[in-house]
């Protein structure tokens, strides 16, 4: 990020960031002018501008004054005279990259940011506006095809809309949960490898040249939203962090499953931070806790039609051994450390099998690895089916709580204070929780620490009384869920567990004696208001529409003819731009994040199948085969990445069963202090989770039943890509009030969508655009902008 000064293996004790920017040119030469947040350092880059073909960048390693930076600015100007002078270009807010196809390179800035939040006082920002500036005086004249062709890539790449779903900040690594921020003492070089960081591939040169982070900063996508909300008479904020990977990314039919290197599509890790609303130079106290969602990890895939809203779902034999879905759930233990549970709400019965197909092979798969582990580190799996149970929307929240509540006694969450000296200016890190010499600060703990017995107290140095530290708390683990899509069933779920969190975190915070929150409270209402939110935005991203929230509907006591007609709008929607943009805004995503690299003389993007980019680069080997065209599948989800750069999983020489087997803890994942939490002292009650019972679906070589799960009880079932199929097919029983607890009668206010889709529609082939004549343009532009579409007979009379 825009951030880090120096290539030190440490925190530099007085760190600089820079915030602001202004760009000079010369005939030869653009000026970089950055200076920090409080005027007291100002740095000078050089980026060379006579050879078109080369990024060159050189930093001036002086730190300036502001006297002394405008006195270089003069004599840079007096030197240029007789070639124009030095020009004022634009004011700018850090280098997003750079960016090379076939000609010469440009330069990607941020002139226009937006304060969105911030998180003990620093600050998260949004981008309102961007600026492509080439680097040449004159750009290349190369011949008319290159031309056409350059002009048509940038032309894709700026469909990329970064002013959407884009934050960045310039002292907080938002690429990173806040127990990983205060627990790790980390580079900002290391920073941009995160799976988080989208522009890596855009800022690897100026980085890898510079050996520093100060000029550019770190693009996460996803979803950021803060609120400020009260309980009880308290004000408290609440954060609400979707981070999407950059790994395996991708649009709904276009990106299935796991690719060879266990990434799996739509990978989304959620945080939700809750903090105290204090003055700044008060210690305050600090909440988060993380969950995961992601596509089924096996090989499957769904081709794109026009013709069929419910595309047959392949499954392919590939990986007899489960490879790939042992890497990916390798990958979980290095990132959140033991236990992974995993929710699975695919459907458990169907007329004519589709998800059930995947049902069965995940928990086949499940099973298979869990043979190689040691009880204590098994893969806790869960089969429930949300479809089967949303008719009453009540009783399938209430369930999915009980989940919650039994992830959240497994993994625990974090928890900390936070030191009043932290400043604005700096990272947050270790140094800022509130320490003492029972509770030193430091990035591993032994795993036989008991945090229960740091409770001390410490002297204040500006009061005359004492206060008790509470000793710290950590999340080890992470609960994972998915459905089909990953986006509607899989945000009602991620709710449910997020609203029993808050209660727990604003009882460890101080705000609340119970751990439970009143289903009728209005907190409840303002938490279902954000991650309907989220929903909304993630399911936009990936899957073409808003998300179907008919669970939340139901809640809040909307109409049912209204709430159908809403869910059939947002299922035409999501069609058509399945089945008519999603193939554009897959290639624009692979351009931005480098999995193509356009090359002279080799095949354009536009004239290859989804996958084949993955074999097409300019650094590396060409791998490009004409004649194996057809041995490419569009959807087929088991690509891979020439241009991948995190080895953390593919580089390993660690034995995949000894990865998973090994008691962890966070070592990877959240924080190296975090102590094990031992299975043993989670009842496994039969009674608390009776209505939730259902048939099991792990078969072995027989197809007879079988256990391979940690759990007491199977229940497991699924539940689909969305509720699209509910829309179409009425025939579906809905679960006896015998089988469920009892009712929840909770009012919900209508919470609309704030956001879009950044990857923007553009240009198509002219066979699409024959193909699309049929529909009117007010239907096309709201498939495109997401506007509301209101049919005249569903109009009031």
């Known amino acids: 990020m825009a951030g880090e000064n120096g290539t030190d293996a440490g925190l530099d004790s007085n760190p600089s960031y820079l915030q602001k920017f202004r760009l000079y040119e010369t005939r030869s030469n653009f000026y970089m002018i950055g200076r920090d947040k409080n005027r007291t350092l100002w740095r000078v880059l050089k980026i060379d501008r006579l050879d078109p073909s080369e990024l060159t960048v050189v930093e001036d390693s002086t730190a300036y004054s502001e006297i002394e930076c405008s006195d270089l600015l003069r004599r840079i100007h007096e030197g240029n005279r007789p070639s124009g002078g030095l020009k004022f270009v634009t004011a700018c807010y850090g280098i997003i990259g750079f960016v090379k196809f076939l000609g010469s390179y440009s330069m990607m800035l941020i002139t226009k940011r ?120 308290k004000n408290f904020f609440l954060t609400l962090i979707a981070r999407r990977s950059r790994h395996y990314a991708g649009t709904r039919y276009l990106k299935r499953g796991v690719n060879e290197k266990g990434r799996v599509a739509n990978d989304v890790e959620t945080e939700q931070i809750v903090f105290e609303d204090v003055h700044e130079v008060c210690r305050s106290q600090i909440s ?40 990916h759930f390798e990958n979980l233990v290095m990132r959140y450390g033991n236990p992974i549970i995993i929710l699975n709400l695919i459907k458990r019965s169907e007329k004519k099998p589709r998800e059930t197909i995947l049902r069965a092979e995940f928990a086949k798969a499940i099973r298979f690895i869990n043979k190689s582990l040691s009880k204590e580190n098994r893969l806790r799996f869960l089969h429930w089916d949300l479809n089967r149970h949303s008719r009453k929307a009540t009783n399938a929240l209430e369930l999915l709580g009980r989940v919650a509540d039994y992830a959240l006694n497994l993994t625990g969450i974090f928890y900390c204070q936070v030191t009043p000296n932290c400043r604005q200016d700096g990272l947050l890190t270790l140094s800022c929780l509130v320490q003492n010499d029972e509770c030193p600060a430091k990035s591993s703990y032994d795993k036989t620490d008991d945090i229960e017995k740091l409770d001390t107290d410490v002297a204040n140095d500006n009061e005359n009384f004492s206060e008790t530290v509470k000793p ?62 989220m929903g909304d935005t993630l399911a936009l991203q990936y899957g073409g529409s808003a998300a179907h929230n008919k669970i939340f509907c139901q809640r809040r006591g909307q109409w049912k003819a209204a709430t159908q007609s809403q869910e059939f709008f947002k299922t035409l929607q999501r069609y058509y731009s399945n089945a008519y943009m999603d193939a554009e805004k897959q290639s624009a995503i692979n351009l931005f994040l480098g999995h193509f690299q356009p090359q002279q003389g080799k095949p354009a993007l536009w004239e290859l199948d989804s996958d084949q980019h993955y074999c097409v680069g300019r650094h590396g080997p060409n791998l490009f085969n004409e004649n194996a065209r057809s041995s490419f599948r569009r959807s087929l989800s088991d690509g891979n990445f020439v241009s991948e750069t995190d080895s953390s999983l593919g580089a390993s020489n660690v034995g995949h069963c000894d990865l998973l087997s090994e008691n962890r803890g966070a070592l990877h994942g959240f924080s190296e202090s975090t102590p094990a939490i031992p299975t043993s002292e989670i009842s496994y009650s039969r009674q608390l989770f009776r209505d939730m019972e259902e048939d099991p679906v792990c078969y072995d070589e027989n197809d007879n039943d079988c256990n391979c799960t940690n759990f007491d009880l199977e229940w497991l079932s699924s539940s689909g890509n969305s509720f699209d199929e509910d829309i179409f097919n009425r025939s579906m029983t809905g679960l006896s009030s015998d089988n469920i607890g009892a009712e929840l009668n909770v009012g919900m206010t209508t919470s609309p969508s704030e956001s879009g889709s950044s990857i923007k529609g553009g240009y198509r082939t002219a066979s699409e655009l024959s193909n699309m004549d049929e529909f009117s343009e007010s239907f096309v532009n709201w498939v495109t902008h997401g506007d509301m579409l209101t049919p005249l007979y569903f109009t009031s009379k």
């Open 472 to 533: 710290p708390m950590f999340q080890t683990g992470v609960l994972r869920t998915n459905c089909i899509d990953c986006l509607d069933r899989t945000n009602v779920a991620q709710y449910a567990y997020g609203l029993v969190a808050l209660g727990r975190q604003l009882r460890a915070i101080g705000f609340t004696e119970s751990q439970t929150i009143d289903q009728n409270s209005p907190l409840t209402e303002d938490l279902m208001a954000v991650y309907e939110t």
């Open 114 to 233: 937006k304060k969105i939040g911030a998180i003990c006082g620093h600050t998260i920002y949004s981008i309102s506006k961007r600026e492509m500036i080439p680097i040449p005086k004159s750009p290349i004249q190369s011949n008319m095809a290159y031309s056409k062709n350059e002009k048509r890539y940038k032309k894709l790449l700026s469909t990329v809309d970064l002013t959407k779903d884009f934050f960045f900040s310039y002292t907080y690594n938002v690429m990173h949960s806040l127990q990983r921020n205060l627990c790790r003492d980390e580079t900002g070089l290391v920073h941009y490898e995160s799976m988080f960081v989208w522009n890596e591939f855009l800022t690897r040169g100026i980085r890898n040249t510079l050996g520093n982070t100060l000029w550019t900063v770190a693009l996460v996508y996803g979803f950021f939203k803060q609120v400020k909300l009260s309980v009880s008479g």
């Open 288 to 327: 988060s806790v993380v969950q995961n969602r992601g596509s089924i990890p096996l090989f499957w895939s769904q081709e794109t039609s026009r013709l069929n809203l419910k595309p047959d779902i392949i499954l392919s034999k590939k990986d007899p051994i489960y490879e790939a879905t042992r890497l």
